[in-house]
């Protein structure tokens, strides 16, 4: 299996303790039963258990890493396979196949075009110095634009299954926080923070993400950056305390639409969606949701979580601000996958 050995790391508990250590006490000499040993200090041990937490952040991004590189690997032998079989029902060499279906059809770029990208390039060569290279360039983008879209026309009307999955780590949603319906196979959790305008950014395309797709259920967690975003750990607890009035998401929405996210813009949005004004200045006076929001922190971080916005979706991490295309394209594979597993276990009841 491609993550064996990163995955008996990341459950460290799991793997086997080499043959020739000692037997593993505790520090009243007591032996330590059902424990992965990996140091002594002065004949006392250090557990897998308290390793584990100093490493998994590592591990994880490491785990992701490699599925990066192995699935553009995949990808660029799938890419490779589909030319030789289109080559093949051609009856030309693989080599000659773009040439013939794709290069050859790229017009040269005309002077204006060329004119327009020089300007494009913001250069301090003159254009006249730089015109044959940038024209060159300009042909080149073209062609492997041509290519890509080409080899992505045959993709789609061939059978293609990647099996690798990308890795995943379980991530709990806030059923008080969720938008969807609660029985949607798939799962977004977002860990966010109202101050952080990448966050901000990215709410249009959880909107149409949502409005799109039926199938998602999305649980927004808080992730307040407090070192660099000193008001958002008091926009999540103002959220908390719309909450407690019944107009969490309306909160939510208001808050992320505005500019200001501090004490006065909490309140101005409190008086616009008419919650109860005197309850809600006691609960953020009371600082009751601290506890909640540290959760939620603990929660990502465990996860992964070192920036925001962080999405999960299945468990899968998505990281920043990411295009509709990118949310799409996971829950695409994840629907294929589960509708996979369906019909095997149909077929071997």
Same mark, same amino acid.
């Given at each position: 299996?491609?993550?064996?050995?990163?995955?008996?790391?990341?459950?460290?508990?799991?793997?086997?303790?080499?043959?020739?250590?000692?037997?593993?006490?505790?520090?009243?000499?007591?032996?330590?039963?059902?424990?992965?040993?990996?140091?002594?200090?002065?004949?006392?041990?250090?557990?897998? @258990? =308290?390793?584990?937490?100093?490493? !998994?952040? *590592? %591990?994880? #991004?490491? $785990?992701? /890493? &490699?599925?990066?590189?192995?699935?553009?690997?995949?990808?660029?032998?799938?890419?490779?396979?589909?030319?030789?079989?289109?080559?093949?029902?051609?009856?030309?060499?693989?080599?000659?196949?773009?040439?013939?279906?794709?290069?050859?059809?790229?017009?040269?770029?005309?002077?204006?075009?060329?004119?327009?990208?020089?300007?494009?390039?913001?250069?301090?060569?003159?254009? @006249? =110095?730089?015109?044959?290279?940038? !024209?060159? *360039? %300009?042909? #080149?983008? $073209?062609? /492997? &634009?041509?290519?890509?879209?080409?080899?992505?026309?045959?993709?789609?009307?061939?059978?293609?299954?990647?099996?690798?999955?990308?890795?995943r780590v379980t991530v709990s949603i806030d059923p008080s926080r969720l938008r969807g319906d609660p029985k949607a196979p798939i799962t977004?959790?977002?860990?966010?923070?109202?101050?952080?305008?990448?966050?901000?950014?990215?709410?249009?395309?959880?909107?149409?993400?949502?409005?799109?797709?039926?199938?998602?259920?999305?649980?927004? $967690?808080?992730?307040?950056?407090?070192?660099?975003?000193?008001?958002?750990?008091?926009?999540?607890?103002?959220?908390?305390?719309?909450?407690?009035?019944g107009k969490y998401w309306e909160y939510h929405d208001v808050l992320f639409a505005s500019e200001?996210?501090?004490?006065?813009?909490?309140?101005?949005?409190?008086?616009?969606?008419?919650?109860?004004?005197?309850?809600?200045?006691?609960?953020?006076?009371?600082?009751?949701?601290?506890?909640?929001?540290?959760?939620?922190?603990?929660?990502?971080?465990?996860?992964?979580?070192?920036?925001?916005?962080?999405?999960?979706?299945?468990?899968?991490?998505?990281?920043?601000?990411?295009?509709?295309?990118?949310?799409?394209?996971?829950?695409?594979?994840?629907?294929?996958?589960?509708?996979?597993?369906?019909?095997?276990?149909?077929?071997?009841?």
């Amino acid at each position: 299996m491609p993550y064996k050995l990163l995955g008996c790391a990341l459950l460290l508990v799991s793997c086997s303790p080499a043959q020739d250590q000692p037997q593993i006490r505790a520090q009243d000499g007591a032996p330590v039963k059902g424990k992965a040993v990996v140091a002594f200090v002065d004949g006392k041990p250090v557990l897998a @258990d =308290d390793l584990l937490p100093v490493v !998994r952040n *590592q %591990l994880l #991004q490491l $785990r992701r /890493q &490699q599925y990066e590189i192995e699935n553009k690997g995949i990808e660029n032998l799938i890419n490779g396979r589909l030319i030789e079989l289109e080559a093949e029902r051609k009856g030309i060499p693989k080599e000659k196949l773009l040439e013939s279906e794709v290069d050859s059809k790229i017009a040269d770029p005309t002077d204006a075009e060329v004119q327009a990208y020089y300007l494009g390039q913001r250069s301090n060569r003159p254009f @006249d =110095d730089v015109k044959g290279e940038l !024209r060159t *360039q %300009l042909k #080149q983008a $073209r062609i /492997q &634009q041509a290519r890509d879209k080409y080899v992505q026309s045959l993709r789609e009307k061939a059978q293609v299954t990647v099996l690798i999955r990308p890795p995943r780590v379980t991530v709990s949603i806030d059923p008080s926080r969720l938008r969807g319906d609660p029985k949607a196979p798939i799962t977004i959790v977002e860990f966010s923070d109202f101050q952080c305008p990448y966050c901000r950014k990215v709410e249009p395309t959880v909107k149409e993400l949502l409005a799109k797709h039926p199938e998602v259920k999305f649980s927004y $967690r808080d992730f307040p950056l407090r070192d660099i975003h000193p008001q958002a750990e008091g926009a999540a607890e103002s959220s908390r305390c719309a909450e407690d009035q019944g107009k969490y998401w309306e909160y939510h929405d208001v808050l992320f639409a505005s500019e200001k996210v501090d004490h006065d813009a909490q309140l101005d949005i409190a008086r616009k969606l008419r919650l109860d004004e005197k309850k809600f200045e006691e609960c953020l006076s009371s600082g009751k949701s601290k506890s909640e929001i540290d959760k939620d922190i603990d929660a990502g971080t465990q996860a992964g979580v070192n920036g925001t916005p962080g999405f999960f979706i299945n468990g899968i991490a998505l990281s920043g601000t990411q295009p509709l295309s990118a949310f799409e394209k996971i829950i695409s594979d994840e629907l294929a996958a589960q509708n996979r597993n369906s019909s095997a276990g149909a077929k071997n009841p």
